[in-house]
């Protein structure tokens, strides 16, 4: 009797358990959705909660200058990663204009590629870049304009970012 009441429990217990797990298509559906989510189109801010800007006009110019701007709905402020580079709405990839590994040389926008110049990782809250360089705000990072460059990487707060929805 108490054998066949613990069997009795242990198979309630199994046939809620697996009631309530998704079949295998909810899964697949709801790992496509997370991945899609994860790879959408983001603003890059920095850590003064500026947002890394490209003129309209000049977006879908190779060398387009980056700067910084006030966090707005400009569909051009949005960037996806993608294979280690940080690809714009125009379709241009975030670039170092020249040496991957002299600090203070531009950011700007460029066909995207698979050269060092467009492959980034986030490290440490900061964008480092192929050459070890960090992503790093060149003036003041609470004012609009302020061009980016390359740099020593620093805990300085003109060197953080997140790649977040706003």
Known sequence: MKQSFVFGIVLSVSSVACADLPDANKLQNLQKALTDKANEYKMLVNGAGK???????????????????????????????????????????????????KGGTIIHLWDCNDAPNQKWSFD????????????DVNGDVNKNGSGVQIWDCNNAINQKWSHQLK
């Not at 003129?55 to 960037?79: H, K, T, V």
């Not at 440490?124 to 992503?135: D, E, V």
């Open 51 to 101: 947002c890394l800007d490209v003129s309209p006009a000049q977006a879908r110019n190779n060398g387009a200058r980056i700067q910084l701007w006030d966090c707005n709905p400009n569909e051009f402020q949005r960037w996806k990663s993608e294979n280690g580079r940080f690809k714009n709405t125009s379709g241009k990839c975030l670039d170092v204009a020249g040496d991957v590994k």
């Open 124 to 135: 440490g809250g900061r964008l480092r870049n192929a050459g070890g360089k960090c992503l």
